[in-house]
């Protein structure tokens, strides 16, 4: 999925939902078995639940491969079924790669050619060949940028010579390095000032923001802080994973991650419309009325 193919399914959908496949076999539904197997039919059963609402899916690799080749079949089996079933929404491989040359050609043929992801997310610590691979025909790079964990203070907040902080640098690098319709930049929602600053650098890119749902996150000040200005709610993407996948531990979990996604979606299309029409109002309005 292109730049402006993703553009068209936000606005179509009113959603900017991506939903997080951190599929935990030790947190698998009643009816499942705890094996490895299972992770591929849960996965199945929440896209299907999830897809109206949805315009992006990103599994987490690590959660996989912490279960060998059974780990990797089922995220083989899970990017299969969307490439077939919902070629509308887009993929995101969370994979987090950091190296460089023929090292990050690999990865990039493994996850974005033979898998066929449509993204995945980048540590550009080790510089422009480390992001540079990724750059293939219509696929995403989705470099990390000011996250929102405990340790992200220990150097992407550390500030430089000219005073600025050090992710301010690498958004700068990083958006010589990549075309606009190839980049995303990872945000993290529970830091909505640093959402607010970071789209102040990067005007025109995408932004993917963990930390909605499970870790507090709100929508509202997401979409407030980090979307267009232009197009109100479009340039993010907000990730809930937890939440969702693990609304109801029981039979009903499909209907449970169901009713979490819509709450989400209903919440982003209220804030979509209602900014809308406060944008075309300011632009509809008599420069010369100030009463």
Same mark, same amino acid.
């Given at each position: 999925m %292109?730049?402006? *193919? &993703?553009? $068209?399914v936000? =606005?179509? @959908?009113?959603?900017v939902?991506?939903?997080g496949l951190?599929s935990d076999?030790?947190?698998l539904?009643?009816g499942?078995?705890?094996?490895?197997?299972? &992770?591929?039919d849960?996965?199945?059963?929440?896209? *299907?639940?999830t897809?109206?609402?949805?315009v992006? $899916?990103?599994p !987490?690799?690590?959660? $996989?491969e912490?279960?060998?080749l059974e780990?990797w079949?089922?995220l083989?089996?899970?990017?299969?079924y969307? @490439?077939n079933?919902y070629?509308g929404?887009?993929?995101?491989?969370?994979?987090? @790669?950091? *190296?460089i040359? !023929? #090292?990050?050609?690999?990865?990039a043929?493994?996850l974005l050619?033979e898998?066929?992801?449509d993204?995945?997310?980048?540590?550009?610590?080790?510089?422009r060949?480390?992001?540079?691979?990724?750059?293939?025909?219509?696929?995403?790079?989705?470099?990390?940028?000011?996250t929102s %964990?405990?340790g992200a203070?220990d150097?992407?907040?550390?500030r430089?010579?000219?005073?600025?902080p050090?992710?301010?640098?690498?958004l700068?690098?990083v958006?010589?390095?990549i075309?606009?319709?190839?980049r995303?930049?990872v945000?993290?929602?529970?830091?909505p000032?640093?959402l607010?600053?970071?789209? #102040?650098?990067?005007e025109d890119?995408?932004?993917?923001?963990?930390g909605?749902?499970?870790q507090?996150?709100?929508?509202? =000040?997401?979409?407030?802080a980090a979307g267009w200005?232009?197009r109100?709610?479009?340039?993010?993407l907000?990730?809930?994973s @937890?939440?969702?996948? $693990?609304a109801s %531990?029981?039979p009903?979990?499909?209907?449970a991650?169901?009713r =979490?996604a819509s709450? &989400?979606q #209903?919440?982003?299309a209220?804030w979509m419309?209602?900014e809308?029409?406060?944008t075309d109002?300011?632009?509809?309005a *008599?420069p010369?009325d100030?009463?």
């Amino acid at each position: 999925m %292109n730049y402006h *193919d &993703l553009v $068209y399914v936000i =606005e179509s @959908r009113q959603s900017v939902l991506c939903v997080g496949l951190d599929s935990d076999v030790s947190k698998l539904p009643s009816g499942f078995a705890a094996k490895p197997a299972s &992770l591929a039919d849960f996965n199945k059963a929440i896209i *299907d639940a999830t897809a109206e609402y949805a315009v992006a $899916y990103k599994p !987490n690799l690590a959660f $996989y491969e912490a279960y060998g080749l059974e780990g990797w079949k089922a995220l083989e089996e899970t990017i299969g079924y969307l @490439r077939n079933q919902y070629p509308g929404h887009l993929t995101i491989a969370d994979a987090k @790669r950091g *190296d460089i040359g !023929n #090292t990050a050609s690999q990865y990039a043929k493994g996850l974005l050619q033979e898998l066929g992801f449509d993204a995945i997310t980048v540590a550009p610590y080790m510089g422009r060949d480390s992001v540079e691979p990724f750059l293939l025909p219509d696929k995403w790079a989705v470099v990390l940028a000011l996250t929102s %964990n405990g340790g992200a203070d220990d150097f992407q907040q550390q500030r430089m010579a000219d005073g600025r902080p050090l992710y301010a640098h690498v958004l700068e690098r990083v958006s010589q390095w990549i075309p606009t319709e190839q980049r995303m930049f990872v945000v993290g929602a529970t830091r909505p000032e640093g959402l607010a600053h970071v789209r #102040t650098l990067a005007e025109d890119t995408y932004f993917l923001v963990p930390g909605v749902g499970a870790q507090g996150g709100s929508v509202p =000040e997401v979409l407030g802080a980090a979307g267009w200005k232009n197009r109100p709610g479009v340039g993010v993407l907000i990730n809930a994973s @937890r939440s969702i996948q $693990y609304a109801s %531990n029981g039979p009903d979990f499909a209907a449970a991650a169901a009713r =979490e996604a819509s709450a &989400l979606q #209903t919440q982003m299309a209220h804030w979509m419309q209602t900014e809308r029409a406060w944008t075309d109002a300011e632009a509809s309005a *008599d420069p010369l009325d100030v009463a």
